[in-house]
C-alpha cells in the first residue's frame, strides 16, 4: 500500500445536527503508523467527529469530504465502512440483552470475513483465535458466555470495545474517551491492550480528557478541538501545557 | 409470544385459574412491536379461596423497535386466598438508532443485528420450545419483520 495516501483525511468537514452547527470546516490527515490524540473541552464536537467518521445516520453533512485510504466514504453505510477497515470504540458501549458476546463477537467477526470473500469460520475455530484475544484484555473466558455489555462495569465495558477491536483488526481505531472511569489498574490493562495492537501499518485516534492516557500511548499529534475546529496542533509536549494552563489560554 | 407490525393492532393474553391446593404456574409473555403498531397484553390471574399455597410467577416483556410503535400491559390479579404467592414482573425495552448503529459500526448488516436482537430477547421461550419448533420461530420472526426498520 502506498504510505503516502493517509488512512484518513478529513476535509472542511462541516456537520450540524437540528439546524446547530457542531464541525466548522474541520481538517485532520492520519497516516500510517501514527498515533492521533484529540483533547478539547466538552461539547467542542470531538464525539460527533468521531461518530461521523464511523457512519451515524442522525447528523447531517453539510460540506467537506471524507477520505478513507484515498476514497469517499461519504456515501458508505456503517456496516459497509466497518467492513473497510474503521473502527469505533464507543464512549458509552451499548448493553444487549439476551445476546451472549461470543454469538456477537463471531457474527462481527464472520461479517468481515464474509465482506473480503473468505470463508466464515465454524465456533470451535472461532473459540481457540477469541482466546488469544482474551489475553490482550487480560478478560477472563467466563466474559465470553455474558450477554453483551449487559450488567458489565464501566472498566468491563471498555475492555470488551477494545477486546472488539484486536478480534476486528482494524486499519484505523477510533478511541472515544475509552480511558473515562477506568480505576489505574484498568487504564494499564487497557492502554497495554491498544499498544499490541498498534502495527505500523494502522492509525489511532484517541479521544481523551487527560493525559495519563497518553503517558501510556505516546501520541505522535495531540489536536485541540474548540467549538467543532481543531485550534492548536502540537506534538507530546502539548499534553503538558494543557495539563498546566487549561483550555482557557487557547481562547485568546 | 406476540408480533406485530405495520398498522397491526394485536391485543392477546392469557389467563391462569388456581382451583386446588399447592398449584403452581408461570406466564412469560414477550410482546415485539414494529412499524406503527401497537400490542397489548392482558393477564388474569384467579386465585379460589381453595387454592391454599397455589404460587403464580408472570412476566411480560415488551420489545419496541422505532418510534413509532407502542406496546401496553394491563395484568389483572384477583386474589381470594391469602396464603398465595403471586408474582408479576414487566418490562420495556426499545431497539433504538444507538443499539443499531453499535452493531453497524461491529460490521453486522440491519437486519441479521435485528434477528439477533429479537431472539436474544425471545430466549427465555425459545429455549422452552421443542427444538424443531423453535428454529422455525426464529426464522418466522425474522421473516415477518422483513424491512421494518429502516
Keep these: 500500500m502506498n504510505s503516502n495516501v493517509p488512512i484518513l483525511k478529513v ?57 478513507f485510504q484515498g476514497n469517499s466514504i461519504m456515501e ?16 458509552y458501549p451499548i448493553e444487549v440483552p439476551g445476546v451472549s458476546n461470543e454469538d456477537f463477537l463471531r457474527l462481527a467477526y464472520n461479517a468481515k470475513l464474509k465482506a473480503e470473500n473468505k470463508d466464515e469460520i465454524d465456533p470451535i475455530s ?21 450477554n453483551v455489555n449487559e450488567g458489565f462495569s464501566g472498566g468491563e465495558k471498555k475492555r470488551n470495545e477494545i477486546l472488539q477491536m484486536a478480534l476486528l483488526d482494524s486499519q484505523l481505531c477510533i478511541l472515544d474517551e475509552t480511558d473515562s472511569g477506568l480505576d489505574i489498574d484498568a487504564l494499564r490493562i487497557i492502554s497495554n491492550g491498544i499498544n499490541k495492537i498498534m502495527t505500523k501499518e494502522k492509525g489511532i485516534i484517541l479521544i481523551t480528557h ?30 503538558d501545557e494543557l495539563e498546566t ?8 | 409470544m406476540a408480533l406485530t407490525n405495520n398498522y397491526q393492532q394485536a391485543d392477546t393474553g392469557s389467563k391462569m385459574v388456581h382451583i386446588g391446593q399447592d398449584t403452581s404456574s408461570q406466564i412469560i409473555s414477550k410482546g415485539i412491536s414494529a412499524g406503527n403498531s401497537k400490542n397489548s397484553y392482558r393477564g388474569l390471574i384467579s386465585i379460589s379461596n381453595k387454592a391454599f399455597g ?23 390479579l384477583n386474589v381470594q386466598n391469602s396464603t398465595a404467592k403471586i408474582e408479576h414482573e414487566a418490562s420495556t425495552s426499545k431497539i433504538g438508532e444507538e443499539q443499531i448503529f453499535y452493531f453497524l459500526q461491529r460490521g453486522i448488516a440491519l437486519e441479521d443485528a435485528i434477528s439477533l436482537i429479537i431472539s436474544g430477547f425471545c430466549r427465555d421461550v425459545f429455549t422452552e420450545l421443542p427444538l424443531e419448533f423453535s428454529a422455525e420461530a426464529e426464522r418466522l420472526l425474522s421473516l415477518k419483520l422483513e424491512g421494518s426498520v429502516g
Design chain 1, 11 to 67: 476535509t472542511d468537514l462541516k456537520v450540524s445536527i437540528n439546524e446547530i452547527e457542531i464541525l466548522k470546516d474541520l481538517n485532520l490527515e492520519i497516516f500510517e503508523g501514527q498515533i492521533h490524540a484529540i483533547m478539547g473541552p466538552n461539547g467542542s464536537g470531538k464525539s460527533t467527529l468521531s461518530k461521523i467518521i464511523a457512519g451515524h445516520p442522525s447528523y447531517e453533512i453539510k460540506g467537506g469530504d471524507i477520505l
Design chain 1, 76 to 91: 458508505l453505510e456503517p456496516d459497509e465502512r466497518s467492513h473497510l477497515g474503521i473502527f469505533l470504540a464507543f464512549q
Design chain 1, 126 to 146: 472461532f473459540l481457540m483465535l477469541i482466546n488469544e484475544k482474551l489475553k490482550i484484555v487480560e478478560m477472563n473466558p467466563s466474559f465470553l458466555s455474558r
Design chain 1, 210 to 239: 487527560y493525559k495519563r492516557l497518553l503517558d501510556y500511548i505516546k501520541p505522535d499529534y495531540i489536536h485541540v478541538m474548540q467549538d467543532g475546529k481543531i485550534i492548536k496542533t502540537g506534538d507530546f509536549n502539548l499534553a
Design chain 1, 245 to 252: 494552563k487549561g483550555y482557557e489560554w487557547l481562547r485568546n
Design chain 2, 54 to 76: 397455589a404460587r403464580n410467577y408472570s412476566q411480560c416483556d415488551s420489545l419496541l423497535i422505532g418510534n413509532r410503535s407502542n406496546a401496553n400491559t394491563f395484568p389483572v
